[in-house]
């Protein structure tokens, strides 16, 4: 590493090759250019246009994709082609890198009010409505692909059951299995429902008759 900053005579930051100054300045540059070519549609690597869906064109992804096979089936690190020291396909320096990197582009995603994995405004702590439903269609039909039998789900229910509330997503919302897992209820589709969270939370395990009595003995309780 430099002790020096490689574009001017200012001292390098600790472990990198330039000054925060130029970090900051190359980081800002690289976004533009990032932002330009993905809005001209333009492969990021060559001038042919990128593929549908892509940032590279259909050349450039197959040359990347064979890369990394390459490089898997021969122990090295994806990214960099050096010995790989680890269990995962990067490196520990490629790795972390792309770890620090993440997280960064994580806290300035929240700190601007957008979701924490791409640039939607977020309806929750750190979710969009995409990411929202695709984390919880993970969590719950243990399949991401399955979010848009949530909103669906959601757009034909989104009224809380038990407590008549209104449901807004993101906001009071949870995900409720009428038979519980506990007691034999599979993650499918239909036996889910979206209800209001405070209620789900008192719920818990309990089977739809069982509850409305825990209902009733309070209300009796307190009258």
Request: overall charge positive.
């Amino acid at each position: 590493m430099y002790s020096k900053c490689k574009s001017c005579s200012k001292k390098a930051v600790a472990g990198k090759n330039y000054c925060q100054y130029h970090i900051e300045y190359n980081s800002k540059r690289a976004k533009e250019r990032y932002r330009k070519l993905k809005e001209s549609g333009r492969c990021l690597t060559c001038p042919n246009p990128a593929k549908d869906g892509s940032l590279l064109c259909e050349n450039c992804r197959g040359k990347k994709l064979d890369n990394y096979s390459e490089n898997k089936n021969k122990g090295l690190c994806t990214q960099c082609g050096e010995k790989n020291d680890t269990n995962h396909v990067k490196c520990s320096k490629c790795h972390n890198r792309w770890a620090d990197n993440t997280r960064k582009q994580r806290e300035h995603r929240l700190k601007n009010g957008l979701c924490s994995y791409c640039d939607e405004p977020r309806i929750s702590s750190c979710y969009c409505k995409e990411h929202l439903l695709k984390d919880l269609a993970r969590t719950h039909l243990k399949n991401r692909n399955g979010f848009d039998k949530l909103d669906k789900l959601f757009e034909n229910q989104n009224i809380c059951p038990y407590s008549g509330k209104k449901l807004v997503l993101g906001v009071n919302t949870s995900i409720d299995h009428k038979i519980p897992k506990s007691k034999g209820g599979e993650n499918k589709i239909e036996n889910l429902q979206w209800v209001y969270r405070p209620v789900n939370t008192m719920k818990q395990d309990f089977m739809e008759e069982e509850f409305f009595e825990l209902i009733k003995t309070i209300y009796k309780n307190i009258n």
